[in-house]
């Protein structure tokens, strides 16, 4: 069954701090995955977008990473801000461009 | 920056009402879709809709959904018979096709 999953469930960290969030997925045959960021009581946004042959892909303090031989990427946010407290959501689109969506990680900064 | 607008932002409702949720897609955006967030759950697809038909729902989207492009510009979806289930947000969005998508901020309805 096509899956994502991601970890932590939930985060907090002080302002300044970087941290990494993971996702792994079951998904085949892939198309591309996809991260998003969804604040609260709002729509997602998305940060990047990779395919296949692409390993990782930066959007300003952003950075995501692929490995589609383990099914695994990651999100690395560089010297966090406030206004990074959001959830941030891996999305997995395959060859038919469904998207199976991960139930997201809760990030919150801290002052 | 093109958005996709929602309106309203806040809908609440009796349930058993009929619900007309709105969007104005991005313009030259051919691909218009509907999801739904129930408060702290996934986002979860109900409908794709292309050249001015559906081209894919999922199971959720049943007798109670449908959506329509009634002019150029606006793309609705409507729930009739609301449930209190049917609580939840739900978010439209366009694109020109794979794989960039832009979401609306959304429409919160609550079924009372």
């Known amino acids: 069954k096509n899956q994502v999953e991601q970890s932590p469930q939930s985060l907090i960290i002080l302002e300044g701090k970087n941290c990494t969030l993971q996702?792994?997925?079951?998904?085949?045959?892939?198309?591309?995955l996809r991260w998003y960021k969804q604040d609260t009581g709002r729509g997602p946004v998305s940060l990047t977008i990779?395919?296949?042959s692409e390993n990782t892909k930066s959007n300003g303090r952003y950075t995501a990473t692929l490995d589609a031989d383990t099914k695994q990427s990651s999100l690395h946010i560089t010297a966090s801000q406030l206004s990074d407290s959001a959830s941030y959501i891996c999305?997995?689109?395959?060859?038919?461009?469904?998207?199976?969506w991960g139930a997201g990680t809760k990030l919150i900064i801290k002052p | 920056e093109p958005e996709v607008t929602q309106t309203p932002s806040h809908q609440v409702t009796q349930m058993g009402q009929e619900v007309i949720l709105r969007c104005v897609p991005i313009?030259?955006?051919?691909?218009f879709y509907w999801y739904r967030q129930i408060l702290g759950q996934k986002v979860e697809f109900l409908v794709s809709?292309?050249?001015?038909?559906?081209?894919?729902k999922s199971e959720i989207f049943d007798d109670q959904f449908s959506v329509e492009r009634p002019d150029g510009s606006n793309f609705t979806l409507k729930i009739r018979s609301t449930k209190l289930e049917d609580s939840a947000m739900y978010f439209c969005?366009?694109?020109?096709?794979?794989?960039?998508?832009?979401f609306g901020s959304g429409t919160r309805l609550t079924v009372v």
């Open positions: 969005a366009s694109s020109e096709g794979e794989p960039g998508y832009t």
């Open positions: 313009s030259n955006h051919l691909y």
């Open positions: 809709f292309y050249n001015n038909e559906i081209s894919e």
């Open positions: 999305v997995v689109s395959d060859s038919n461009y469904q998207l199976i």
């Open positions: 990779m395919t296949f």
């Open positions: 996702c792994n997925y079951t998904v085949s045959p892939f198309s591309n």
